[in-house]
């Protein structure tokens, strides 16, 4: 790709996370506190724009960062709901959201239900047609339970195709739950995505091993715009 960075490795990403941590505890260490810019701060710098709902511009030291926005967050859930799991850290409800579903749907949760309970979905059957759910993992975002719990079973592939890597059922669940392309944000909460996203192992590319984060350096942006010839 002439005159444009590639995605770094994830090899990249944590040497730059780990630095950046180091240059936080040293600005900080025996001297008093001092107001400074973002971006120096955070490997993935600050946020200023968003594209067409779909992509997020920052600006770090090195340059431009453009992040998409739905492989962030699938990754950072992916990566949330593997932990609920291993410390079985669920929510469990005091009143059960309930999901009407076809007979097609029924045949799949009843094909499927083992998995289900395994990733975390405490789901039952309520009624001709209705499932309730009574907990999820708690790392989910309560307004998503019913409407995932429809799309997963409403699936006529394999959960997790195309996932390169762990559980396929928490991957499935991770990519259903996270922020849409369609998805406006703000500035706080495209900030808040990037520094969870610093925080999130292998946060470099999705479950899916497309890329979440794509550098430019100002030597990149500047050959461009044909600069210095």
Known sequence: MSGVAEARTAAYWEQMVAAATSRSAENHVGQAPQEQPLAPEYPLGQAVAQIHARFIVAQN???MILVDQHAAHERILYEKMKKDC???DKQQFVI????HVTAAQMACFEERQEALR???LDISVAGPGTLAIHGALRSLDARNFAQLVAELLD???P???GEVEGNPVLAEMACRAAIKTSRCLNLD??????????ATPRFGQCNHGRPTVVQFSLADLDRLFLRGR
């Open 61 to 63: 030291q090195e340059g």
């Open 86 to 88: 291993q410390l079985d």
């Open 96 to 99: 059960p959201e309930y999901v």
């Open 118 to 120: 395994a990733a975390g």
């Open 155 to 157: 699936m006529d592939k």
């Open 159 to 161: 959960w997790g195709q």
């Open 189 to 198: 909460e495209m900030n808040s995505l990037l520094r969870q996203l610093e």
